[in-house]
């Protein structure tokens, strides 16, 4: 069974960083695009970054910069990070772990991990 678990949300104030972290289990996920996804309020939920499992990385025009995605393999699980820098209010989402399946219709979601930019 396939699980994705974020951590590391929390207030931070604008300039500042924060890392998050996503834990995925269940799957060798050699066959999927991992990726970072947010959804601010009243907004609808967008694409933050994606990494594959040759770590090739794609981000959204708003974090080019500022935010890294990142990928580590233990024998059990993955670990997909984002790394934020430089943040600002306009980063303040709920943000998403993904798991694409890359040859169909596969999704695997996180519950979120809640990020507020605030001073």
């Known amino acids: 069974q396939v699980q994705l678990v974020e951590s590391g949300g929390g207030l931070v104030q604008p300039g500042g960083s924060l890392r998050l972290s996503c834990a995925a289990s269940?799957?060798?996920?050699?066959?999927?695009?991992m990726g970072w996804y947010r959804q601010a309020p009243g907004k609808q939920r967008e694409l933050v970054a994606t990494?594959?499992?040759?770590?090739?990385?794609?981000?959204a025009d708003s974090v080019k910069g500022r935010f890294t995605i990142s990928r580590e393999r233990d024998s059990a699980r993955i670990t997909v990070y984002l790394q934020m820098n430089s943040l600002t209010p306009e980063d303040t989402a709920v943000y998403y772990c993904n798991a694409r399946f890359r040859y169909g219709t596969i999704n695997y979601w996180g519950n979120g991990a809640l990020v507020t930019v605030s001073s």
């Open positions: 269940g799957s060798s996920f050699s066959q999927y695009v």
């Open positions: 990494i594959t499992s040759a770590d090739s990385t794609n981000y």
